[in-house]
């Protein structure tokens, strides 16, 4: 005799709040108790956020790894202030700027499989970092993201030459080429020698290659973008990638490293 002879299904109408009517299942456990099913509609959505929480704690962990084999933060802790909210956007300038990188994280997902390349150009103290970091922080919630100078960039992989070093020049450029979003201040700043400007687009010609989105924190304009980058480059970033121009002055009295 089989279990499902000695308990028979019962059903009744159940109603959840937010999903409405559906057909409960009851099971009478020894005659004594009923239990009745739930919603479907509310298990479902808990099992998909379930799986939401177990990949978000996955890519911390990740972070994490990362974090401690680079010896680095993925943003420095004085940065991690950085939000959508405390940024003050009082021009028009500044309202759309913020709006660009909340459009990019939000849709970051998408980002992510294109690999857009995002530009903030502009002086320093225009608020760059601030949003840049801001978009960071918020991926960092469900994946991984860095936040660097180009030459501490540069300097990690350089490290590695050196015959005492733990890492490898090729394990650095993985963890930097795989990352999910690598924001990198300061480009355009002068190098100190041909190898090392090599080190930084060997980085970006890698993420550009595997897809992986890279947001890029310049001083200079289009125009010295173009002969940094190169033309190839360059317009491949016109294609499909997002320029935002911060032309407007520093803020006064701004933090230093808000730059
Ligand atoms: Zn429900």
């Known amino acids: 005799m089989g279990a499902s002879e000695t308990v028979p299904q019962q059903t009744r109408a159940g109603n959840c709040d937010r999903h409405g009517e559906y057909e ?12 009745w099913t739930g919603c479907p509609a509310c298990a479902q959505e808990q099992r998909v956020s379930d799986e939401e929480k177990r990949r978000a704690d ?19 802790l004085r940065f ?18 913020l709006q660009v990188a909340r ?19 502009g002086k320093p103290g225009t608020g760059k970092s601030h949003l840049a970091i801001a978009v960071a922080m918020i991926v960092m919630g469900s994946g991984t993201a860095m936040y660097l100078n180009a030459l501490d960039l540069v300097r990690m992989v350089r490290d590695t030459w050196r015959r005492d070093s733990e890492m490898t020049e ?3 450029l993985h963890e930097l080429s795989t990352v999910g979003l690598l924001v990198i201040d300061e480009i355009g700043v ?21 897809l992986m989105p890279t947001i890029l924190l ?7 973008m173009k002969e940094f980058l190169g033309e190839r ?27």
């Open 218 to 224: 310049t001083n200079l304009g289009a125009k010295g």
């Open 58 to 76: 996955e890519e911390s962990d990740r972070q994490r790894r990362m974090e401690r084999r680079l010896s680095t933060s993925g943003i420095p």
């Open 190 to 210: 002068q190098y100190g020698t041909d190898g090392e400007q090599v080190i930084l687009f060997d980085v970006l010609n890698r993420r550009y290659r595997d």
């Open 103 to 121: 459009d990019f994280a939000a849709n970051f997902d998408n980002h992510s499989r294109d690999g857009t390349t995002v530009v903030f150009s």
């Open 24 to 35: 409960s299942k009851g099971m009478s456990l020894l005659g004594l108790r009923t239990i």
């Open 170 to 172: 090729s394990s650095v």
């Open 233 to 259: 480059s360059f317009d491949r970033l016109r294609e499909g990638g997002i320029w935002v121009a911060f032309d407007w002055d520093s803020y006064r009295g701004s933090k230093k490293d808000a730059a």
């Open 80 to 97: 991690r202030d950085r939000t959508f909210e405390n940024y003050v956007a009082d021009t028009d300038g500044k309202r759309n700027a």
